[in-house]
């Protein structure tokens, strides 16, 4: 058994080095939020089971902390999207599959070289960096805020999510990862789609398709995963399984819904959101695509609330200050989505919450209502 080491480090060299001489050691480790208050970090430390903590000023030792199984390299927290966060464990080999399968997948003439700008305490930007540690990817430093300017100083990848895409040119890298929240309809080239989760180990299906060595088959439209890169347990429960098609019980049941046909996999959003209005089901993600094209919104969110007639109605959440947008809205949706799946409301709000990595709250949208 080991004892857990949490890096209260900001996002650059310093961390690379830190993580670096974590997995040169072995040591068990987990990356702190640093855009969050000192309260949140106590509440963060404590769902980590983190013994140990490096930060700036040195390491220093926690009393509450619990120790973690000797083959146990990382733990860290899921988004909270869908309620509130778990602590995941995953094993050194799960951590070194993801880097070499996903490294692999994007290989070109030269290894990528990496800009990293997402926050490393999630999957997707803490990948980034192990991908350069584990295998012959290199890194580049630069401004975080600052995306496009990694281009011009040789980085060749970088990966982001949905509000990044959208505020920044990337179109002078080879290949960008886009993930967290699902991508728009139309994308640039260079732009790769990914789908995975922190249970998965990052991105485990780019533009539709898994990557080698990852099973993705949906089973009674639940998602269901088996990979090398899976999580081995949550820190205070074990690592769901399903038994799969092929009879084997080591399918990991995503809680995500969709289809895998001829090898793509379509996905539609958390099982536990999907709206039933009417006698007829409806995916959040869905009808927030369809109102997110039209001009003049900004942001959008799609929630189901109980109705006595309807069993739930669905309500809009969209943020934009065009005077004609609800009418804008209505008009689109009259055409492209049966009369069920209209919203019975549209509110304008200021903002959507979302997670760090672009996820809508979706447990937290009742507090907009």
Same mark, same amino acid.
């Given at each position: 058994m080991r004892s857990l080491l949490a890096?209260?480090?900001?996002?650059?060299?310093?961390?690379?080095?830190?993580?670096?001489?974590?997995?040169?050691?072995?040591?068990?480790?987990?990356?702190?939020?640093?855009?969050?208050?000192?309260?949140?970090?106590?509440?963060?430390?404590?769902?980590?089971?983190?013994?140990?903590i490096l930060s700036h000023e040195g390491r220093s030792v926690r009393r509450s902390?619990?120790?973690?199984?000797?083959?146990?390299?990382?733990?860290?927290?899921?988004?909270?999207?869908?309620?509130?966060?778990?602590?995941?464990?995953?094993?050194?080999?799960?951590?070194?599959?993801?880097?070499?399968?996903?490294q692999s997948a994007l290989r070109a003439a030269a290894p990528p070289v990496?800009?990293?700008?997402?926050?490393?305490?999630?999957?997707?930007?803490?990948?980034?960096? /192990?991908?350069?540690?584990?295998? *012959?990817?290199?890194?580049?430093? #630069? !401004? %975080?805020?600052?995306?496009?300017? =990694?281009?011009?100083?040789?980085?060749?990848?970088?990966?982001?999510?949905?509000?990044?895409?959208?505020?920044h040119d990337l179109s002078a890298y080879e290949k960008v990862l886009l993930g967290g929240a699902r991508p728009p309809t139309a994308v640039d080239d260079n732009v790769v789609a990914t789908w995975g989760m922190t249970e998965t180990g990052s991105g485990v299906?780019?533009?539709?398709?898994?990557?080698?060595g990852v099973d993705v088959e949906s089973i009674d439209g639940e998602i269901i995963v088996r990979s090398p890169t899976l999580f081995h347990s949550y820190r205070d429960s074990p690592r769901?399984?399903? /038994?799969?098609?092929?009879?084997? *019980?080591?399918?990991?049941?995503? #809680? !995500? %819904?969709?289809?895998?046909?001829? =090898?793509?996999?379509?996905v539609r959003g958390r099982l536990g959101y999907v709206i039933n209005t009417g006698g007829e089901k409806l995916w959040p993600e869905d009808l927030e695509t369809i109102i997110a094209s039209v001009p003049g919104v900004e942001d959008v969110a799609v929630l189901g609330v109980d109705d006595p007639e309807w069993g739930q109605r669905v309500v809009a959440f969209v943020v934009g200050d065009t005077s004609n947008l609800d009418a804008a809205i209505r008009a689109l949706l009259g055409e492209r989505v049966g009369p069920w799946a209209k919203p019975k409301e549209i509110r304008r709000v200021t903002s959507i919450l979302r997670t760090s990595n672009g996820k809508i709250r979706r447990s937290e949208l009742h507090t907009l209502l």
């Open positions: 890096l209260n480090v900001a996002l650059g060299v310093e961390l690379e080095h830190a993580i670096r001489e974590c997995v040169h050691t072995r040591t068990p480790f987990c990356v702190l939020d640093q855009r969050v208050s000192d309260e949140q970090t106590k509440v963060q430390l404590e769902l980590l089971g983190a013994s140990e902390g619990r120790m973690v199984d000797d083959d146990i390299g990382l733990v860290m927290l899921t988004s909270g999207s869908s309620g509130a966060p778990k602590a995941a464990q995953l094993t050194w080999s799960a951590l070194e599959a993801s880097a070499k399968l996903t990496w800009y990293p700008c997402l926050p490393a305490n999630h999957i997707g930007g803490l990948a980034v960096l /192990l991908r350069a540690i584990f295998s *012959d990817a290199t890194l580049v430093w #630069g !401004d %975080a805020s600052k995306l496009a300017g =990694g281009a011009s100083r040789g980085a060749t990848h970088i990966a982001v999510v949905r509000a990044q895409l959208a505020r299906v780019y533009d539709g398709f898994a990557l080698a769901p399984e399903i /038994l799969g098609p092929d009879g084997r *019980d080591d399918w990991f049941p995503t #809680g !995500d %819904a969709g289809d895998v046909i001829n =090898g793509r996999v379509t």
